[in-house]
């Protein structure tokens, strides 16, 4: 028989990236008393990872845990980019309902549909709550209209529609139901919690029944499965039956060494969990994502969506550059295959195979921030190897057409710039199917486009306008192929010999377009070293010096003014790069070079 528990309550919290869901849960732990009054306590605490801390993204979803009163509060922060949407879907299945956060000025956007829309598609119960209502532009009242309104557009049911809206300001640590009410502290958005989200049903006689929804992983104990109780307990030394709804053959006994609850920032240890805990699961080595805990006697798999499917792949690949092996500390084609097959513990939406080469990989992903946050993630480690540049994956339908990934954009510019925005995406095979006035005064476009048309636009969309366009894309579906796209305009610049970048070389050189390197860089042969102005590829000589008579002298050589090269970030080399170029990326440089080194081999594929 079902019964409630009721001092639980499982929520997750949504948003758009950059609307503030990290920070209220930093206030939400400091205003239940989880730090102690006097503890230092680090900004944006759950962000854990560096990379995290430095974008200013989620990127894992985290699990936290706070007492109000007598009741326990199970927190999981989510991420907001699209790439990512894989953690989101799975870790709604753990929680009864989402507090939905939106800013108040931008307003609701595309990812906030796209996080709600599979919330309501599990009749989850949404409290709304506008953040940043202290910011001097909030418009907070419009910002409700425009929720109510993607609501009704997601065909949210009547119920849904009357969800409760509160007024925050994360950053200064207060909620309201009421505009007008004094803005004191959090706790009209922990009562909101308490009346309106429901608590956890479950039969607690019923045999056990766990699905594993996110995976941790650490060094000392290897995969930790995290889950919500659904029915019956579990306790530890208990046998149980893995099972998994998708792989109907999938049947293993296995045993509960160590189970925790999560209280805080911290995992306890317990002994005994009941239905509605959000529970920590190690030593069971093979537990994956959607994988259910049962019973021995009526292993019964609970069923859950199939995680989003990669749509870009790249190939990585041992450096084989003449500067190979001087920079990094794992090089090996054993390294880096042990280290991308050990991100699969953790990241359910990459995909890893070996190629017929034992020197490279292919590493599928949800998309370019996807795959460059794992490569940054690698150089910072140590590794060194090389990265070719990222292409879609297409599938063939039962007729034999090839179909490709189309994602919706959709991009919010200032309106002398949509001309030129506009152009620059039909040429790269987009569709615009909307065009509307935002309430700043810009212009919103609405567009259906390749995946591949996106690979390597980012950066020319900033630059296009003046940095104060916004690019949102979400993944629409699998579409016939629309022909060809040219990337790159311009060709590259390419050193010719090896040796060590020198001023005399580079004064003749920065004639021909834009330089990435300055004076006294190794280089080498079949290296690119900057991008041409017009559409073929040179190779100039930069390590030359000048020849030395009679009558000159080497310090007239001073008095050569160099332009300042143009550095390369990560997501911009990989932009930069073109399909016969790679990317040689150490712990210390990011190089780009030509597939193929030798100039006259090079001449001779590109014949064929």
Known sequence: MKTTRNDVRNVAIIAHVDHGKTTLVDELLKQSGVFRANQEVQERVMDS???????????????????YKDTKI?????????????????????????????????????????????????????????????????RPDEVVDEVLELLMDLDASDEQLDCPFLYAS???GFAVKDLADER??????????????????????????????????????GRIGVGKVDNGSIRVNQEVMLVNHHEPDKKKKVKINKLYEFDGLNKVEVTEANIGAIVAISGIADIHIGDTLCDLENPEPIPFQKISEPTIAMNFIVNDSPLAGQEGKFITSRHIRDRLYRELNTDVSLRVEDTDSADCFKVSGRGELHLSVLIENMRREGFEFAVSKAEVLYHTDERGRKLEPMELAYVDVPEEFSGSVIQRLSERKGELQGMSPTSDGNTRLEFEIPARGLIGFRGDFMTMTKGQGILNTTFDSYAPYKGDIQYRKQGSLIAFESGESVAYGLFSAQDRGTLFIGAGEKVYAGMVIGQNGKAEDIELNVCKTKHLTNTRSSSADEALKLTTPKVLSLEQALEFIDSDELLEVTPTSLRIRKRILDARMRKRSSQK
């Open 170 to 172: 994360a950053k200064n």
């Open 49 to 67: 990872n560096d990379i995290e801390r430095e974008r200013g993204i989620t990127i894992l979803s985290k699990n936290t845990a706070v007492y």
């Open 184 to 221: 004191k502290d959090m706790i009209p958005l922990f009562e909101t919690v308490m009346d309106y989200i429901p608590a956890p049903e479950g039969d607690p006689d019923a045999g056990t029944q766990i699905l594993i929804s996110t995976i941790d992983y650490n060094e000392y104990v």
């Open 74 to 138: 199970n927190i999981i922060d989510t991420p907001g980019h699209a790439d990512f949407g894989g953690e989101v879907e799975r870790v709604l299945k753990m929680v009864n309902g989402v507090i939905l956060l939106v800013d108040a000025f931008e307003g609701a956007m595309p990812q906030t549909k796209f996080v709600l829309q599979k919330a309501l598609a599990l009749d989850l119960k949404v409290i709304v709550c506008i953040n940043k209502i202290d910011r001097p532009e909030a």
